[in-house]
Every structure is written in structure tokens, then in C-alpha cells.
């Protein structure tokens, strides 16, 4: 299998976008770049032509693959026509589109811009048109899953315990909000097109000796996450070395998740990291710390080969400092753990700019 992170957040724009190639097929997943946020230290312009040599790689890397993945609509995992420097019908013609479910399990504000992305592929690829793909409401009821959640559920989180039972409490409200949308709104039905397009959480694929497996829908971060849901990409080869790509797990915060990441057991790991430059705004210590735990949990009882750690913490000048116990457990483990600039022989950007500003 060969894996290429094309461009990651330590490279200067905002992506996880990555390539995979096994024998029988080849997959890009999640091609969207964004620049980077205001508190970034770089000007403008600099962040802006980051952006376009990262869409610019994707595009270059992406084209003549046989699938492509959207784990999430978010503009860092996917994109549109209007945003230049990627060619939306050049990179999809000629591809399996597998692709976050626009109807369920999805934010307000996904479950538009996911409609926007299939609305684009109706105008641009050959088969029905949008207006044909409205089945009406599904009259479905949705389990609150954070009650499952055994092993996050259970934690003890002393002094915090209380406080977070009151935002649980709070924040359900909003799970009850978004499943009556889900429950009253239109759906849309995957659409007919030149261009295949499956709805892809909970699926399995199967090309040659290669097997591709989505994971059910997953919280973006914490329980209840505004951000809304993503699901992640494993990849098996016909000699069963393993890829898992974790798309937004933030860390992972939910102890759950990590358990499902050690239970796959992948030799190649892509895990993003808690987001470091929210910390005291949108991330608090004690969700910070999970992150920190959680990776180091699957650090350590995961046979990972190659771990890119990676996305999110690497918009922040201090994320060695605020993750460095992760690095400290990461320099006395076997395995070989990198940003994905590392990787590729490169300084990680914001160290570079840091100095510089």
C-alpha cells in the first residue's frame, strides 16, 4: 500500500487530504484546503497562496484516482466549482464518489452545504437532476448515542464530574433539536449520475483484494459537538496491512473512539489532534487532556507502524508545548511518529513562521 499525505495543517493550510494506492485500486480522501484562522501568524496573502498550493497539490496527486471520499462538508474535506484551484469536474469524472450522508446524523449547517456539494455534482456530471433526487421526510427516531458511549460515560472526572453533567444535560437538547430535522425535513436520495455516488457511514466496499470499511457516523470532537458528525476510512490490503484515516475525531476526546481506533489495530495511523489553538475559548483542560490520554493510549496498545499526528494542533505555536506529554511518550515508543510535514522532510509551518513573526 503506499500512502501519501498530500497536504496537512503542518504544511500550512488547513487539510488532511491523503492518497492511498494498493494493487487493485486508488482513493483520495477528503480533498478540501482552507486557509488558515485569523490568530495564525502569517499575513494574508501568505495564508491565501498556502491555501492554493495545497488545492493546487490535491488537484495535481488526485487526478485518475478511482474513488474519492467526503467524510464531512466541512471546506477543509471537501469543496465546490466556485472555489478555484480545484477542478471539480476534472477530479471527479471518472470516479466512485463515497461520501457523508447529507440527511442524518449532520449539522444544520452540513445538511446545507451538503446539499449544495450534491446539488453541484447534479449540474456538472451527466443523470438526474437535484430536483429529482426529494423523497419527502423519513419519519425516523434517532437514539441519543452519548448514552452508549460506555467508556466516556463511565469516566470519573472529579471536580469537573458535576459541570459536565449539567453540559450534557444542556447539550442533549440540542441532539433532540437536530433529530426532529432529521426526522421532518426533505431528504435527498443518493442521485443517478455518470459519476457514482453512494452515501457511505456504516458501508463496506470491497475492489480486488482490497477492502474499504466507513465507520458508523462519529461526534466532531466532544459529545454533542456543534461541528456536527464525520465518520473515518480503513483501508486493508491484500496482505492485510491496515490504513485508518480518523477525518475530525479532535483528538480522539471520546474514550470510546480511541478503544475503536485500538481495536482495529492499524499499522498506519492518521490522527488528528485536539484543536490547541482554542484552548481556553472552545477547548477546556479537561477535554484537552483527554485528547492527550487518548492518544497515548493508542500509542501504546495499538501495533501502529506510522503515526502522523496531525490537523487541528498544528495551528497553534504551542502545540508541542500543550500535547507534550503525547511527544514525550511518543519519543520512547517504537513507533515512528511524525506531522505530516515531518514525514516529508519539512520543517512543520508554524514553527517556521513562528520564528519569523
Keep these: 500500500m503506499e500512502i501519501d499525505p498530500i497536504w496537512f495543517d503542518s504544511m500550512g493550510a488547513k487539510t488532511t ?32 497562496e498556502c491555501r492554493d498550493r495545497a488545492r493546487k497539490e490535491i488537484q495535481r496527486k488526485g487526478m485518475n484516482v478511482d474513488h474519492v471520499v467526503v467524510s464531512h462538508y466541512h471546506y477543509d474535506h471537501h469543496f ?24 442524518r446524523w449532520i449539522n444544520n449547517s452540513q445538511w446545507e452545504r451538503g446539499r449544495k456539494f450534491v446539488k453541484e455534482l447534479c449540474k456538472t456530471f451527466e443523470g ?16 441519543d448515542p452519548v448514552p452508549n ?55 463496506s466496499f470491497k475492489e480486488g483484494d482490497t477492502k474499504v470499511r466507513f465507520s458508523k457516523p462519529l461526534f ?11 465518520f473515518t476510512t480503513t483501508v486493508t490490503d491484500e496482505s492485510g496491512f491496515k490504513f485508518v484515516h480518523t477525518s475530525d475525531l479532535q483528538g480522539p ?6 478503544d475503536r481506533i485500538i481495536e482495529k489495530n492499524p499499522d498506519y495511523l492518521v490522527l488528528d489532534g485536539p ?13 484537552l487532556q483527554r ?49 505530516a510535514a515531518e514525514l516529508k522532510g519539512q520543517t512543520p509551518m508554524i514553527l517556521e513562521v513562528s520564528k519569523d513573526s
Design 149 to 203: 458511549l460506555s467508556k466516556a460515560m463511565n469516566k470519573n472526572f472529579g471536580n469537573y464530574q458535576e459541570r459536565r453533567n449539567e453540559l450534557l444535560n444542556k447539550w442533549s437538547k440540542r441532539f433532540e433539536k437536530w433529530s426532529q430535522n432529521w426526522s421532518t425535513k426533505d431528504w435527498i436520495r443518493e442521485p443517478k449520475l455518470s459519476v457514482p455516488v453512494e452515501f457511505a457511514e456504516n458501508k
Design 128 to 143: 438526474e437532476t437535484y430536483d429529482q433526487l426529494n423523497v419527502g421526510p423519513r419519519k425516523e427516531k434517532f437514539e
Design 220 to 230: 466532531h470532537g466532544i459529545e454533542y459537538s456543534q461541528t456536527g458528525w464525520i
Design 17 to 48: 487530504c491523503t492518497k492511498v494506492v494498493t494493487r487493485d485500486t486508488s482513493i483520495l480522501i477528503d480533498p478540501g484546503a482552507a486557509a488558515m484562522q485569523p490568530s495564525y501568524p502569517m499575513s494574508d496573502e501568505k495564508k491565501n
Design 253 to 258: 476526546t471520546i474514550e470510546d473512539y480511541a
Design 80 to 103: 465546490l466549482p466556485d472555489f478555484g484551484y480545484l477542478d471539480f469536474e476534472k477530479l471527479f469524472r471518472g470516479v466512485n464518489l463515497w461520501i457523508k450522508d447529507p440527511n
Design 275 to 287: 484543536a490547541t489553538y482554542l484552548y481556553g475559548y472552545m477547548l477546556n483542560k479537561t477535554n
Design 291 to 339: 485528547s492527550i490520554d487518548n492518544a497515548i493510549k493508542i500509542l501504546k496498545e495499538a501495533d501502529v507502524e506510522t503515526f502522523i499526528y496531525d490537523h487541528h494542533l498544528l495551528r497553534d505555536e504551542n502545540y508541542k508545548e500543550r500535547t507534550k506529554k503525547f511527544w514525550g511518550a511518543a519519543e520512547n515508543s517504537e513507533t515512528e511518529v511524525f506531522t
